[in-house]
C-alpha cells in the first residue's frame, strides 16, 4: 500500500491500495498528474495522483522492480529491475517501447538527464537517442542510487 501525505500539515490524502507484496520504487510525473510505482511483485502500476485510482498496471519484468522514473516532459517511464534490465514504456499509453538488457546485476536505481535524452543508473549512462546502445558508456562499483540535479 502507499499513503500520500500532505507535508505542510502532516495529514494523510489518501492510501492507494492493490499491492499483495512490497513496494520498492514510487515517482510523481512531473505535471504531478501521475504517480508510478514499482514494486516486488514484478509490476508497475500508474495512478491518479490527485484520485488515487489506478490507471494501468504495466507487466513485463521478471523480477521486482526496484526502481521508476518519469522522462523530464512526463511523455516516457523508465523502470529498473532485479531482472537486470530496464524497460522504457509510454507515460501515457502504458506500452514498452524498449528494453535495455545485458546489465551483469540488477538495476535499483534510473534517472533520466535534465533534457531526458540519457539515462543515469547505478553502473553508468545510456544515450537513449542511440537506439542501437543497450549498455552503459560508464561503469561504476557499489552505487546505489542515482538523483540528477539541475543547478
Known sequence: MIKLWDVA?????RTLKGYSSYVCSVAFSP????????????????????????QRMLEGHSYSV???TFSPDGIKLASGSTDSTIKLWDAATGSLQRTLEGYLSRVRSVAFSPDGTHLEMESGVINLEDDTTNAPSLHYKHMYRVIIKED
Open 31 to 54: 505535471d504531478v498528474i501521475q504517480l508510478a510505482s514499482g514494486s516486488n511483485n514484478k509490476t508497475i502500476k500508474l495512478w491518479e495522483a490527485a484520485t488515487g485510482s489506478l
Open 9 to 13: 500539515t502532516g495529514s494523510l490524502q
Open 66 to 68: 526496484d526502481s521508476v
